[in-house]
């Protein structure tokens, strides 16, 4: 676990993980596409990458993102691109415009498909044929979900059309302009089996309203009714929080003295 001193240390630091990421593509290594995420613990993070890219070279830059093929975990049903509050405008505004990525290499579930169930097969079916994701990242949710995979959970869940539970509905109404009423009750998600299959997950938690859920996440026994706690079981999970978030977490400290305010802890 590394825990940063605020949000946009963070950010940074995540970023930089999502950059490591490019890099190896670039230099020919083999490489599977990259798992993103949304939501506001994300904002951070996409800011401090087009930051670090645009302090790149033009043609350093472009080699890294002519490799850039990414999935994103998911997305509201009857929510399009053409809608600001859908989570496709919501990445095209943070990254695909300011990266100028072409059409394709930021993938989401279609919101508008006249066939949501069908269409999350399709894009389940899309990432297994791409080898499968590389870095995942991941929010974690008021209630313990993992993209949409709301409570009951299990592991082997796969990419589906769900119900949004009510909390999770209450948690993202001040993301919309008319409030709760335009949250849509449905979404798209990459499933927990696809999500756990991925050689690298990092959970990225900010902000002392996930505290007690980020401590049972990692702390209580792997279990149906908290879909995040299956992580503990995944070879490389990296834990990237700030104070505010790893204020439960009795066994972690910040050290005095420390220049940046990072610490590293297993």
Same mark, same amino acid.
């Given at each position: 676990?590394?825990?940063?001193?605020?949000?946009?240390?963070?950010?940074?630091?995540?970023?930089?993980?999502?950059?490591? $990421?490019?890099?190896?593509? *670039?230099? /020919?290594?083999?490489?599977? #596409?990259? &798992? !993103? %995420?949304?939501?506001?613990?994300? @904002?951070?993070?996409?800011?401090?990458?087009?930051?670090?890219?645009?302090?790149?070279?033009?043609?350093?830059?472009?080699?890294?993102?002519?490799?850039?093929?990414?999935?994103?975990?998911?997305?509201?049903?009857?929510?399009?691109?053409?809608?600001?509050?859908?989570?496709?405008?919501?990445?095209?505004?943070?990254?695909? $415009?300011?990266?100028?990525? *072409?059409? /394709?290499?930021?993938?989401? #579930?279609? &919101? !508008? %498909?006249?066939?949501?169930?069908? @269409?999350?097969?399709?894009?389940?079916?899309?990432?297994?044929?791409?080898?499968?994701?590389?870095?995942?990242?991941?929010?974690?949710?008021?209630?313990?979900?993992?993209?949409?995979?709301?409570?009951?959970?299990?592991?082997?869940?796969?990419?589906?059309?769900?119900?949004?539970?009510?909390?999770?509905?209450?948690?993202? $109404?001040?993301?919309?302009? *008319?409030?709760?009423?335009?949250?849509?009750?449905?979404?798209?998600?990459?499933?927990?089996?696809?999500?756990?299959?991925?050689?690298?997950?990092?959970?990225?938690?900010?902000?002392?309203?996930?505290?007690?859920?980020?401590?049972?996440?990692?702390?209580?026994?792997?279990?149906?009714?908290?879909?995040?706690?299956?992580?503990?079981?995944?070879?490389?999970?990296?834990?990237?929080?700030?104070?505010?978030?790893?204020?439960?977490?009795?066994?972690?400290?910040?050290?005095?003295?420390?220049?940046?305010?990072?610490?590293?802890?297993?």
């Amino acid at each position: 676990m590394e825990v940063a001193p605020g949000p946009e240390a963070l950010g940074h630091r995540v970023a930089a993980l999502v950059l490591e $990421a490019l890099r190896s593509v *670039a230099t /020919g290594r083999p490489a599977k #596409p990259l &798992g !993103l %995420a949304t939501g506001r613990t994300m @904002e951070p993070v996409y800011g401090a990458l087009v930051e670090q890219l645009g302090g790149l070279p033009s043609r350093k830059r472009q080699e890294l993102l002519a490799g850039w093929t990414s999935f994103n975990l998911d997305e509201y049903v009857g929510l399009g691109p053409g809608d600001p509050e859908s989570f496709a405008a919501s990445m095209e505004r943070a990254v695909g $415009a300011p990266l100028g990525l *072409a059409p /394709g290499q930021l993938r989401l #579930p279609d &919101g !508008l %498909a006249p066939h949501p169930e069908r @269409e999350a097969r399709r894009y389940g079916q899309a990432i297994t044929a791409a080898g499968g994701l590389g870095l995942q990242l991941l929010g974690l949710g008021t209630n313990g979900h993992v993209g949409f995979n709301e409570p009951p959970c299990p592991p082997e869940a796969p990419t589906r059309c769900l119900e949004l539970d009510p909390a999770t509905r209450h948690q993202n $109404a001040s993301l919309f302009a *008319a409030g709760l009423a335009a949250v849509p009750q449905r979404a798209i998600t990459v499933g927990l089996a696809e999500i756990l299959a991925a050689e690298t997950v990092v959970l990225v938690v900010s902000g002392e309203a996930k505290a007690e859920i980020l401590r049972r996440s990692l702390e209580e026994p792997p279990q149906p009714q908290l879909p995040a706690s299956w992580l503990q079981g995944h070879q490389y999970l990296k834990v990237l929080v700030d104070e505010a978030a790893a204020s439960r977490l009795g066994w972690v400290r910040v050290s005095e003295g420390k220049p940046d305010g990072w610490v590293t802890t297993s």
